[in-house]
């Protein structure tokens, strides 16, 4: 049972556009939520977090919201930059501190800048 | 500040075999966490320890290990390796147990 769901596999977006990703869970004991950002052959990285005490979270170019009751989060970059191509990994746990299941991910969207 | 070391970053193994894959957290981290990695099922959780004692393990059978050392150093092992082992192993520090989490490049892990 996946509890993290990322349903687009990848994302195309023309550079300096808005780039959205989505990212739905299904366990309501959940309540912080991280992006990260892969690109290959290296580790994720931590790119912004959200408390489920808030809906929106702002940082530079990227700005996380949190629908609680839809259970459902998007991650908005705005502009898109050449940079940006990676692979982005949603992941959430049961405390601000991690919980007993570590980070639950999701499988992870593919965003492709076009020039 | 150097960041999270994982040697070796690529292994191959043939089935039945064991493999230890070893982390270096973050200096002044004292939780390490390990994922594995596959194109089917994402990335998984493996276990967390903190101070040398295991905090949370994940959904794995019983041939997937780990310990961590005083110096917070972390080594996993899987037992009897089987093909579907392959994977990514990556592995995660944090300042506080359960915290935000650094991660290392991982280990490339193949079974033949």
């Known amino acids: 049972d996946q509890q993290v769901k990322q349903n687009s596999p990848s994302l195309s977006v023309q550079e300096g556009r808005i780039s959205i990703l989505n990212c739905d869970y299904t366990?309501?004991?959940?309540?912080?939520f991280l992006w990260y950002k892969k690109y290959p052959a290296e580790g994720p990285t931590f790119l912004i977090s959200i408390s489920s005490i808030k809906d929106k979270n702002e940082d530079g170019r990227f700005t996380v919201f949190l629908n609680k009751s839809a259970k459902h989060l998007s991650l908005h970059i705005v502009p898109s930059q050449p940079g940006d191509s990676a692979v982005y990994f949603c992941a959430a746990t049961r405390l601000p501190g991690g919980g007993a299941d570590g980070l639950t991910f999701g499988k992870g969207t593919h965003l492709i800048i076009q020039p | 500040k150097a960041g999270v070391t994982q040697t070796p970053r690529y292994l191959i193994k043939t089935r039945g075999q064991q493999v230890t894959l070893s982390c270096s957290p973050i200096?002044?981290?004292?939780?390490v966490s390990w994922y594995q990695q596959t194109p089917g099922q994402g990335l998984q959780f493996l276990f967390e320890y903190f101070s040398e004692t295991q905090r949370n393990k994940g959904n794995f059978p019983g041939r997937f290990s780990g310990r961590q050392f005083s110096n917070s150093r972390s080594e996993m092992n899987v037992s009897t390796l089987e093909l579907g082992d392959s994977a990514l192993y990556l592995c995660a520090s944090s300042f506080l147990a359960g915290g935000e989490q650094f991660f290392g490049p991982g280990t490339r892990l193949t079974v033949l």
């Open positions: 366990n309501s004991m959940f309540d912080y």
């Open positions: 200096s002044g981290h004292r939780s």
